[in-house]
């Protein structure tokens, strides 16, 4: 009897290492790595999503994470609506947009990266990091920006403080506010910590083509006056 029933029991004990063997090792991770487009605009079951292999993620209305959003190696991310309940990541030469949503902790950005801010509520801190560029110009940080090693921002918009130009280079601030009008009129009044040899540029706000053609139009019929009155003068 004992020699029949031990390979029934070996038998088992095989298929459950088998089982064993299929379950994901992190199993609230979503990890969309095939090159395509994916448009996030339900409650994605897993906590974080992490975003590789040239992969494009657009998080729209509706769409919502419940812990981190990642972007890796060259992927893109672009969040216009939903939610991220904690950090927004872009790591290794990955591309992060921001145009609207929220994120409840930080934007962080390392690597190489690049992110763009033009809209959004962040709950948290923005980082730079490792090389990476950042550029805002709309949206609302919660907290303060933190700069280390060789990563540049900039912010375009309207501050009477400061002016123009670079706002800090190296180890040069330790918790300075910046005030001021962001450039899509949103106000600006954040603590910057400038470490290493990071940078911080203030840039004027980019006209819209519009205001570029009545500028034009202006110059022109200027220059029209200006020419009549020389053309009128030398007649008399």
Request: proline share 3%.
């Amino acid at each position: 009897m004992q020699r029949s029933f031990q390979p029934a029991m070996t038998a088992i004990v095989l298929s459950a290492a088998m089982l064993l063997a299929c379950v994901p090792a992190s199993a609230d991770v979503l990890t969309l790595n095939n090159g395509a487009t994916h448009d996030l605009n339900y409650a994605v079951a897993e906590d974080n999503v992490w975003v590789t292999g040239t992969t494009t993620v657009n998080v729209l209305t509706g769409g919502s994470i419940f812990d981190d959003l990642r972007a890796w190696d060259n992927s893109t991310v672009t969040v216009s609506g939903g939610s991220i309940w904690d950090d927004l990541d872009a790591w290794d030469d990955s591309t992060v947009n921001v145009t609207g949503g929220t994120i409840g902790d930080d934007l962080e950005a390392w690597n190489d990266s690049t992110v763009t801010v033009s809209g959004g509520t962040f709950g948290g801190i923005l980082h730079a990091r490792d090389n990476s560029t950042t550029n805002v110009s709309g949206g609302t940080i919660g907290s303060y920006l933190e700069l280390y090693e060789d990563s540049e921002v900039t912010i375009f918009g309207t501050f009477d403080i400061f002016g123009y130009g670079d706002y800090g280079v190296g180890n040069w601030t330790n918790g300075t506010t910046l005030t001021g009008t962001l450039e899509d009129g949103t106000p600006f009044n954040n603590d910057v910590h400038i470490y290493d040899s990071a940078t911080v540029t203030l840039a004027a706000p980019v006209p819209e083509p519009s205001s570029l053609v009545l500028g034009a139009i202006g110059a022109l019929g200027l220059f029209g006056y200006s020419r009549r009155r020389r053309q009128t003068s030398a007649a008399a």
